[in-house]
């Protein structure tokens, strides 16, 4: 009985439908099964791949160096030769964001009792941490703003409020401040910055273009600070009595 089953089955797949044996289109249709099946899981383990692999995004700055986010103010990496050399090009020079805030600094406070009388002659955006409200002191006389009169010659300038030092790196700082006005709504021809090492020596001074309130500090020509605790002092340029500055303390680890 087993071997009459046995060949009627096999009569059936000889049998030809079409121009082609049954068993033919059954291998054929067994095929094309296995090889939507195998396409199937192929396009799943790749939608799998690109689902794991997907995640923070990174950009790449024209120096090729590859980062989460460039410096908008240089358009380099932030911490990059490239990044160091732009800041320090861009001192003098006008960066177009300002911040508000408390002043701020960044490890120990100078207890030294540094020389607050720097010299006119300044400056770079936010992540600050909180620090004592600015010190406000009278600082060298500067030049009388124009349209002063003898009627109105007995103001100075304010200490700028929210002086802030924020993306602190092992060899320098950035500063941002609120700017001022005169009495009469006068604005400053720029800021002056000047910055004094622990024991109370100016290691830089320079000034900024009018309207700048935001600045970096990496010493003379850009060429870095050492490390340890500095301190910035900041204020008008301008108006017929000597203006006052505000001051913010860091201390940079190396």
């Avoid at 600045?215 to 060429?223: H, L, P, Q, R």
């Avoid at 340890?228 to 203006?243: C, D, F, I, L, Q």
Wanted: proline letters at 8%; one cysteine or more.
């Amino acid at each position: 009985m087993a071997d009459t089953d046995t060949k009627g089955i096999g009569a059936a797949l000889t049998k030809k439908v079409g121009p082609l044996p049954l068993w033919v289109w059954l291998a054929g249709g067994a095929a094309i099964w296995w090889y939507y099946e195998k396409q199937q899981s192929s396009s799943s383990a790749a939608s799998t791949g690109a689902s794991a692999t997907a995640g923070t995004t990174l950009v790449t700055d024209p120096a090729g160096n590859t980062c989460t986010a460039v410096d908008p103010v240089t358009g380099y990496c932030p911490g990059t030769p490239q990044d160091t050399a732009a800041l320090a090009a861009l001192q003098g020079a006008q960066v177009s964001t300002s911040d508000t805030g408390s002043t701020t600094t960044t490890g120990a406070t100078d207890t030294s009792g540094a020389n607050s009388s720097g010299a006119p002659t300044g400056g770079p955006s936010p992540t600050p941490a909180a620090v004592p409200a600015p010190s406000v002191t009278t600082s060298p006389t500067a030049p009388a703003a124009s349209g002063t009169t003898a009627a109105n010659a007995s103001w100075s300038y304010p200490a700028p409020s929210g002086l802030q030092a924020y993306d602190v790196a092992s060899n320098g700082y950035r500063l941002s401040w609120n700017a001022v006005k005169g009495p009469s709504g006068q604005m400053p021809s720029g800021y002056t910055v000047a910055t004094y090492n622990a024991s109370g020596s100016e290691v830089d001074s320079f000034s900024t273009q009018a309207g700048n309130t935001n600045t970096a500090e990496y010493g003379k020509g850009g060429s870095g600070l050492p490390k340890g605790t500095y301190h910035s002092n900041v204020w008008a340029n301008g108006g017929p009595k000597a203006p006052n500055h505000a001051t913010v303390t860091v201390t940079l680890k190396g």
